[in-house]
């Protein structure tokens, strides 16, 4: 019972919580403050946090199943912003292999210890930073292209038993691994990430079992020290973006799994017609073409 009182109560204590953050934003968006930032760092993995969070997913799908069109427009907003950041950010890809062949020819042709990259005023580090700096597209299209390829049903899957059910089954196994699965383990992934991220980034470091009040006091002393050590002495050394790309990941794959739920119950409600509706996906050069084929 003690369980149920206290889920149900932090729910009811969501809608202030969000009131309060929302027409008190110096207290935790003003950096300039210490005690403001260490706010930001604690509520940003908090269970106040989750709870804003859950409960504006119980409102929206309240609103939803009374308003389906209400919960489309939720679904093409998520999955249109998937669509795009995994758009812009496959282009990374391209960036990783021609920046690789540059440093191949100044390496092996000119025997350059440097390269230099800009107009104006241009950006120069060794060589082996560049190659290390590598790594840095490779993160960036597997965090933010993540959600686009599940957007655009590219992952690896084996329907050993869902390609044989009906499609209003179909759509109940998809809303339980939503919420079950999927939604879970980027929540996980992010309270682990949060923390990781902010001790590169602040000392003295913050810790997820750290109090509020523990942490305000932590912020007598609170000064940046961003991560910039790298493997080698040269290298690339600016690795705390890969703990930014770990949070954002975790964070697009949470807001999928919402989306995915909202789809799956709109589908199952509407009925198989309603399958792939509003669904954004790419069409490749021989698609266009069977498409023109089957026009004719």
Do not use: Q
């Given at each position: 019972m003690d369980g149920i009182v206290w889920f149900f109560q932090n729910i009811a204590l969501a809608f202030y919580n969000f009131a309060y953050a929302i027409t008190h934003p110096g207290l935790w968006l003003d950096w300039s403050?210490?005690?403001?930032?260490?706010?930001?760092?604690?509520?940003g993995g908090s269970v106040?946090?989750?709870?804003?969070?859950?409960?504006t997913f119980l409102v929206f799908t309240a609103i939803?199943?009374?308003?389906?069109?209400?919960?489309?427009?939720?679904?093409?907003?998520?999955?249109?912003?998937?669509?795009?950041?995994?758009?812009?950010a496959a282009w990374a890809g391209l960036l990783m292999v021609l920046q690789q062949i540059i440093i191949v020819f100044m390496q092996r042709i000119f025997s350059a210890a440097?390269?230099?990259?800009?107009?104006?005023?241009?950006?120069?580090?060794d060589v082996s930073w560049w190659s290390e700096e590598l790594k840095l597209y490779n993160a960036l299209v597997v965090t933010l292209c993540c959600t686009y390829t599940f957007v655009q049903?590219?992952?690896?899957r084996v329907d050993l038993v869902y390609s044989a059910v009906s499609h209003r089954t179909k759509r109940?196994?998809?809303m339980i691994g939503s919420m079950i699965f999927m939604a879970p383990v980027a929540l996980i992934t992010w309270m682990y990430g949060?923390?990781?991220?902010?001790?590169?980034?602040?000392?003295p470091n913050p810790s997820a079992s750290d109090t509020l009040d523990r942490l305000l006091a932590k912020s007598r002393a609170l000064r940046w020290n961003v991560e910039t050590i790298g493997f080698s002495p040269n290298g690339f050394n600016a690795y705390f973006l890969f703990k930014v790309l770990l949070v954002t990941f975790a964070a697009l794959v949470f807001l999928q799994a919402i989306a995915f739920f909202w789809r799956s119950y709109l589908e199952w409600k509407e009925g198989e017609e309603s399958a792939g509706k509003y669904l954004d996906k790419d069409k490749l050069g021989d698609e266009d073409a069977e498409l023109v084929a089957n026009i004719h």
């Open positions: 403050n210490k005690e403001s930032l260490m706010r930001f760092i604690y509520y106040e946090f989750f709870f804003v969070v859950f409960a939803g199943i009374w308003r389906n069109s209400f919960l489309w427009g939720c679904v093409r907003g998520l999955e249109t912003m998937a669509n795009t950041i995994g758009r812009v440097e390269i230099s990259f800009g107009f104006g005023k241009a950006l120069t580090f049903g590219g992952h690896v109940i196994i998809d949060w923390y990781f991220l902010w001790r590169h980034l602040v000392v």
